[in-house]
Every structure is written in C-alpha cells, then in structure tokens.
C-alpha cells in the first residue's frame, strides 16, 4: 500500500509559496470526474507549498442545495446533511469538520487534539444562548456541538474513532459532493510548516497510516479509506438570531455576514428526517441556519488550530486550555 504523503514528503519540497488563482471552487461534477481521471482541473495534484483558494462563506444557495445530501452513518444508514445541524435533539450551533481519508495520519492527529482540548462537557458548560435546533431546543441540548464528516467507506469509522479517540459522531460522505459544493480542494501539498496540532513527526504518521491500512486488507477496506487528495475544511452552523442588527447570525467572534444576509429572510422549515439519537423520531420545525465561520485547508496539514476554533465555539482561554502554542501564521 502505497502512501501518497509519502511519495509528496520524499520530495524536495513544501515550500511556502502560493500561487493565486481566480478560479471558481470545483463543483460536484468535476468531483466525479477527478475521482476517475485523478485530475479535478483545478488545481495541480502534486502542487508542493500550499494551493490558494478562500475562506468565502457559503451562500445560502449552496446551503440550501446541499441540506438533502446525504451522509452514511458507520452502519451504512443514511442521513441528509441537514440532520447534522439542525431538528430535534441537535445544539443551537454546530461545527461540522470535514477530514480527509480515514486513514491520513494528520488528521487522525487533529481530531484527537480537538477531542483532547474541546471536550462536550466544555460544551455543555457554555452559557444558554436560547433555542435554535428546533423543538425541544434549549432544554437538555447544548449550544454547541461538534461533527465530523470523511469522505471514505463508513465501514471505516469504528477503526478511524477507536484511532482518535473522538467522543462526537462521525459520518461519511463517499461521493465527496459535500466537499466540492462547500468549496473544499484537491492536493497532496504538505505545506511549509508542521501545525501546532501535529505532536508526532511525519515519518511516523505515515507508517501508522500504512499499518492501519494493511490491517483493513482482510476486510476488503485497505483502498477504501477516500480519496487521498481531498482536504477538507470547518463549517460552523447557527440559526439566525431575531434579535440580531438586522436579523442575522452572531458568532462570539464577531465575524461579519454577507450582506446579502440582512436582505434575506431565512424562515423555518419543516422536514421530515430519522432522528440522530436513535429514537426514531423526525427531525420536524428544525430551523434554516447559516454557516458564520469557515476556514479550507490549503494542504493536508492546514486544518484550522485549536485556539482558533475553542474561540470560534465561544470557550475562554482557548490557547492554555488547548495546550499549544501559537506561532505565526497559524490558527487563521
């Protein structure tokens, strides 16, 4: 089984420039097409440094297309995307990360910091800030949350959260239309600095990430980990506040909406879903919500730092909560 890090780490390379592009994020169809080709036409696949795209807010367009895409759970049921952040038993607002392959050792990395610095118990701690999920919403539910989507076999969950140790659900979006709506790109770039999130040394990353391979080789799963040069992104979801200037989202850091935000009335919607708590019951009256932060990864070890997202969910003392140091140039 051959590491596509490692054939990317073997070069003489990940130097820190950035080649901007004003091309349009890829979409779903030239996904589809990458995943038979190899090439999404956008950009380079072995690109060394870091490839340029933005941390543009997806618009309510894109959101609304993509709330009835689904997601598999790791016993294969499906799930619309929408469930994810909202309907009955869901928390007023919802980080959604989205990893790489199961089996990349960098973002197993992550996800087992993020799981070590943002506990749910710290998320249940915050304050109330009202309801927002929808029926039942502000009553036994927290007002923050965490998900995680891969774009591998779901088969592969068990493995990847007994990996990382991650105590929020995980998902699975095989087809990867997800990532391409949300503007998520391709590459093998490594980038020109280890994050602050990455403990172990890369050599070492790469052998587990071959070990837990070959160990998947008996049941068929070794190729099915996901597409090696997807990257991913975060995505926070919260609901519009009535009581907002203008009606729109705030986030604890203050970011700006769009704003054609203010023009917009995002009403709520009545859906008619499987319930994520197993109970069986549908996910009516959840409430339209829009993405306030997001940040893409520009290569496979650019998730966004933990510092970053404890004060995006609104945690205090985020950079000696999570245990790391911020340098400069992380954590954007």
């Given at each position: 089984?051959?590491?596509?890090?490692?054939?990317?780490?073997?070069?003489?390379?990940?130097?820190?420039?950035?080649?901007?592009?004003?091309?349009?994020?890829?979409?779903?169809?030239?996904?589809?097409?990458?995943?038979?080709?190899?090439?999404?036409?956008?950009?380079?696949?072995?690109?060394?440094?870091?490839v340029h795209t933005s941390d543009d807010l997806?618009?309510?367009?894109?959101?609304?297309?993509?709330?009835?895409?689904?997601?598999?759970?790791?016993?294969?049921?499906?799930?619309?995307?929408?469930?994810?952040?909202?309907?009955?038993?869901?928390?007023?607002?919802?980080?959604?990360?989205?990893?790489?392959?199961?089996?990349?050792?960098?973002?197993?990395?992550?996800?087992?910091?993020?799981?070590?610095?943002?506990?749910?118990?710290?998320?249940?701690?915050?304050?109330?800030?009202?309801?927002?999920?929808?029926?039942?919403?502000?009553?036994?539910?927290?007002?923050?949350?965490?998900?995680?989507?891969?774009?591998?076999?779901?088969?592969?969950?068990?493995?990847?959260?007994?990996?990382?140790?991650?105590?929020?659900?995980?998902?699975?979006?095989?087809?990867?239309?997800?990532?391409?709506?949300?503007?998520?790109?391709?590459?093998?770039?490594?980038?020109?600095?280890?994050?602050?999130?990455?403990?172990?040394?890369?050599?070492?990353?790469?052998?587990?990430?071959?070990?837990?391979?070959?160990?998947?080789?008996?049941?068929?799963?070794?190729?099915?980990?996901?597409?090696?040069?997807?990257?991913?992104?975060?995505?926070?979801?919260?609901?519009?506040?009535?009581?907002?200037?203008?009606?729109?989202?705030?986030?604890?850091?203050?970011?700006?909406?769009?704003?054609?935000?203010?023009?917009?009335?995002?009403?709520?919607?009545?859906?008619?879903?499987?319930?994520?708590?197993?109970?069986?019951?549908?996910?009516?009256?959840?409430?339209?919500?829009?993405?306030?932060?997001?940040?893409?990864?520009?290569?496979?070890?650019?998730?966004?730092?933990?510092?970053?997202?404890?004060?995006?969910?609104?945690?205090?003392?985020?950079?000696?909560?999570?245990?790391?140091?911020?340098?400069?140039?992380?954590?954007?």
């Amino acid at each position: 089984m051959t590491s596509p890090e490692a054939a990317v780490a073997s070069k003489d390379g990940a130097d820190s420039g950035t080649n901007p592009t004003s091309e349009a994020p890829p979409t779903a169809a030239n996904q589809d097409a990458a995943a038979v080709t190899g090439d999404d036409g956008v950009n380079p696949l072995d690109f060394e440094g870091s490839v340029h795209t933005s941390d543009d807010l997806p618009t309510l367009e894109t959101i609304r297309k993509i709330d009835h895409y689904t997601v598999l759970d790791k016993d294969g049921k499906s799930h619309t995307f929408r469930s994810l952040y909202t309907g009955r038993h869901t928390a007023r607002r919802v980080l959604i990360i989205f990893i790489r392959h199961f089996f990349c050792g960098n973002c197993q990395q992550y996800l087992r910091t993020v799981s070590e610095s943002i506990t749910p118990q710290s998320l249940l701690s915050l304050p109330s800030a009202g309801g927002g999920g929808g029926k039942g919403a502000g009553r036994g539910v927290g007002t923050a949350f965490i998900c995680v989507v891969g774009c591998g076999d779901p088969a592969l969950i068990d493995m990847y959260a007994d990996a990382t140790g991650c105590p929020y659900p995980i998902y699975a979006d095989p087809t990867r239309r997800l990532y391409a709506e949300l503007g998520m790109i391709r590459t093998l770039a490594l980038g020109p600095r280890r994050p602050d999130y990455m403990r172990v040394g890369l050599a070492k990353s790469i052998l587990v990430s071959i070990a837990q391979g070959l160990g998947q080789v008996g049941k068929g799963l070794a190729h099915k980990g996901g597409d090696a040069k997807q990257v991913g992104g975060e995505f926070l979801f919260e609901p519009v506040v009535e009581g907002g200037a203008g009606g729109v989202p705030e986030t604890p850091i203050g970011i700006g909406p769009p704003p054609a935000w203010d023009k917009t009335k995002v009403e709520a919607g009545t859906r008619s879903e499987t319930s994520l708590d197993g109970k069986g019951e549908p996910d009516s009256d959840g409430v339209d919500k829009v993405v306030t932060w997001c940040h893409r990864m520009r290569n496979t070890r650019d998730h966004a730092e933990i510092p970053t997202l404890m004060k995006v969910l609104g945690l205090e003392g985020g950079e000696r909560a999570a245990g790391v140091v911020k340098t400069s140039g992380s954590g954007r």
